[in-house]
C-alpha cells in the first residue's frame, strides 16, 4: 500500500489506495479499513461513515465469472443483499472522493446511493457495455 501511495505521490495525481485491515485488497466491510490519498491517511470503521459491519460469507464474489456477473447486475439493479450493496457503496464513495477532493466522504455516500437508487448507475453500465461491443 504504501509503495502504490507514494509512487502516485510523486506522479502528482489524485488518488485514493484502499484496503481492508482483515488483508482485503478492497473496503469489504469485515473489519476496519485504511484511507490513504494525497491528502490524509485515515483508518475507519464502517460504523464511521453509517455502515454496518458485514460477515465474510455475506460477500462471496461468486464461484464462477457467471456467478460473479449475476452479482454485479443485482448490485446495479437493486436486487443484491445489502452487504453487497453497502461495498459498492463505500467503494464507489471513496473513488468518487478521489475525483473530486474537496467533497467530504459523507456527500460521497450520498451521490453514490443515489446513482444506484435511482438506477443511473445501471444506464451507465449498460451504455458502456454498448459503447465496447
Known amino acids: 500500500m504504501r509503495l502504490y501511495t507514494l509512487t502516485l505521490q510523486e506522479l502528482g495525481v489524485g488518488f485514493a489506495v484502499v484496503n ?7 473496503i469489504s466491510l469485515t473489519d476496519e479499513f485504511k484511507v490513504m490519498t494525497n491528502r ?3 483508518i475507519y470503521r464502517p460504523s464511521d461513515l ?3 459491519l458485514a460477515p465474510q460469507k455475506a460477500l462471496s464474489g461468486g464461484a464462477t465469472p457467471e456467478e ?4 454485479f447486475d443485482a448490485v446495479l ?3 443484491a443483499t445489502q452487504a453487497q450493496t453497502d461495498c459498492v ?3 464507489a464513495s471513496f473513488a468518487i472522493q478521489a475525483r473530486h477532493p474537496q467533497r467530504p466522504i459523507d456527500e460521497c455516500v450520498a451521490v453514490a446511493h443515489e446513482a444506484l437508487a435511482s438506477g443511473k448507475a445501471w444506464k451507465t453500465f449498460c451504455r458502456f457495455v454498448e459503447l465496447n461491443s
Open 68 to 71: 460473479a456477473a449475476h452479482i
Open 50 to 52: 453509517g455502515f454496518a
Open 77 to 79: 439493479q437493486g436486487r
Open 89 to 91: 457503496l463505500i467503494n
Open 20 to 26: 481492508n485491515l482483515d488483508g482485503y485488497d478492497e
Open 40 to 42: 490524509y491517511e485515515t
